[in-house]
């Protein structure tokens, strides 16, 4: 039998987990399965035939920074603020002992984990559904523009034309999903 105290927490864990995972999944189903809406482009649009420069903040050093570096700082930041705490309250789960700063911590960290789920969630969706091309879309899709439609953007009389139906040459499918 559990006591009162063991049944809240279990709670709290559980709707949290369940909250972080409404958030996540999607994410994770976007980045799995989702496919951009592809959008066309105007022959003379000048905009998107800038140069592909590779990332310079490599996706290691953007986790670091952006998730590792604030959930060290919202430990430390708890157990200092404990240190100076003259009660301390002692949870207990399960005939375990928790210390009120990791508890704290957990919480901040729930809530900073939802939010970054939430904001990625949110920047997903966006981007998925306008689809809109990124300035060096030239440079990395390639587009093969289809025959049939006769359209030659080299050519002055075409240089207003939007153009949809095109197959983008570039093999790396994962830098031309990025360019839209």
Request: net charge positive; hydrophobic share 30%; proline share 8%.
């Given at each position: 039998m559990m006591d009162a105290e063991s049944a809240r927490i279990l709670r709290k864990i559980i709707i949290d987990l369940i909250c972080i995972c409404c958030a996540g999944f999607p994410v994770l189903f976007f980045f799995l399965f989702g496919d951009p809406y592809?959008?066309?482009?105007?022959?003379?649009d000048e905009s998107l035939r800038h140069p592909f420069h590779p990332s310079t903040v490599t996706n290691v050093m953007l986790y670091c920074v952006g998730l590792c570096l604030p959930i060290c700082l919202m430990i430390l930041i708890e157990y200092i603020h404990y240190r100076q705490e003259d009660h301390h309250v002692i949870r207990k789960f399960m005939n375990y002992s928790i210390n009120s700063w990791i508890w704290r911590s957990y919480c901040v960290i729930?809530?900073?984990g939802f939010g970054a789920a939430c904001n990625q969630f949110l920047t997903d969706v966006a981007k998925y559904t306008i689809g809109?091309?990124?300035?060096h879309f030239y440079e990395?899709?390639?587009?093969?523009?289809n025959p049939e439609t006769k359209i030659d953007c080299s050519l002055s009389k075409?240089?207003?034309e939007y153009i949809e139906d095109f197959i983008?040459?570039?093999s790396d499918q994962r830098l031309v999903r990025e360019t839209r």
């Open positions: 592809k959008r066309g482009f105007f022959c003379d729930g809530v900073f809109r091309l990124r300035p990395v899709c390639n587009p093969h523009l075409y240089k207003n983008c040459m570039n």
